[in-house]
């Protein structure tokens, strides 16, 4: 398993896997585990805050790297846009019960799949001072105006300046052929999405599974917005 920062809390099975989006932290999850009253682990993914940068960027070795935080003994994956496609990865692997993804972008042109290329081709950005390099990292995890608190592990120091830890390179992992991943499922997946996220529509979730969950008045983090929102999906599936 890659070197991974990971929270945790809460005793019991099954366990809930939180796997956050692109540019983010476990932290994102904070009030959301306030209100599970079982066993949780949420990872910063690999290329993210405190965790080890891998050699190279796919779905697959980024769930590779987290698969030994699945609990044997039962584990329902709920995981953010970037970290859902990473939850389906894990859908196989044995101890997992259901999958929750959350936010997914499921349609990609070629053209926006070039711009996240180009974007991961780019160095790391270099503030001159941490406030700075916060608001870049609050940007990319799409948190600005939800959640005011950086936390320590999201930037680091660079020479004389502050940066990001979110290596750039994860956003070349390309396509996530979220179809595929759903035909090779072997338990359970909801798809969920807010109702006015703006990366995936309603009717695109629909023409994959025959009942997505979509949540009222909440955006692309719904998670953040409102995490009690998603306490009668995992419900259901525990």
Same mark, same amino acid.
């Given at each position: @398993?890659t070197?991974?920062? =990971?929270?945790?809390?809460? #005793? %019991?099975t099954p366990?809930?896997?939180?796997?956050? %989006?692109?540019?983010?932290?476990?932290e994102?999850?904070?009030?959301l585990?306030?209100l599970l009253? *079982?066993a949780?682990v949420a990872?910063?993914l690999?290329?993210?805050?405190? #965790?080890?940068?891998? &050699?190279?960027?796919?779905?697959a070795?980024?769930a590779?790297?987290?698969a030994?935080?699945?609990? /044997?003994?039962g584990?329902v994956v709920?995981?953010h #846009?970037?970290?859902g496609? +990473?939850?389906?990865?894990?859908?196989?692997?044995r101890?997992? !019960?259901a999958v929750? %993804?959350?936010? +997914?972008?499921v349609a990609?042109?070629?053209?926006?799949?070039?711009?996240a290329?180009a974007?991961?081709?780019?160095?790391?950005? +270099?503030?001159?001072?941490r406030?700075?390099?916060?608001?870049r990292?609050?940007?990319v995890a799409g948190?600005?105006?939800?959640k005011d608190?950086?936390?320590?592990? $999201?930037?680091?120091?660079d020479g &004389?300046?502050w940066?990001t830890?979110?290596d750039?390179?994860?956003f070349?992992? *390309?396509?996530? !052929?979220?179809a595929?991943?759903?035909?090779? $499922?072997?338990?359970?997946v909801?798809?969920?999405?807010?109702?006015?996220? /703006? @990366?995936?529509?309603h009717e695109?979730?629909?023409?994959?599974v /025959?009942d997505?969950?979509?949540?009222?008045g909440? %955006?692309h983090? #719904?998670? =953040?917005? &409102?995490?009690?929102a998603?306490?009668p999906i995992l $419900?259901?599936?525990?």
């Open positions: @398993m070197d991974l920062r =990971v929270l945790c809390g809460g #005793s %019991g366990t809930v896997l939180l796997l956050h %989006g692109l540019g983010a932290t476990a994102v999850w904070d009030d585990t306030a009253d *079982g949780w990872p910063d690999p290329g993210h805050g405190g #965790s080890a940068w891998l &050699d190279e960027y796919t779905f070795t980024v590779d790297a987290v030994g935080l699945v609990d /044997p003994r584990t709920v995981g #846009s970037f970290g496609v +990473i939850g389906l990865h894990l859908a196989r692997v101890g997992v !019960r929750v %993804g959350l936010g +997914i972008k990609w042109t070629v053209e926006e799949l070039d711009r290329a974007i991961a081709r780019k160095p790391p950005i +270099i503030h001159p001072t406030d700075e390099a916060a608001t990292f609050q940007r948190l600005v105006g939800l608190d950086v936390p320590d592990a $999201a930037v680091t120091r &004389d300046g940066r830890t979110h750039p390179r994860t070349a992992v *390309g396509d996530p !052929r979220v595929d991943l759903l035909a090779a $499922a072997p338990v359970p909801v798809l969920a999405r807010g109702e006015h996220d /703006p @990366m995936v529509s695109q979730l629909a023409a994959l /025959p997505p969950a979509d949540l009222p909440l %955006g983090n #719904s998670h =953040v917005e &409102d995490p009690a998603l306490l $419900a259901a599936l525990r």
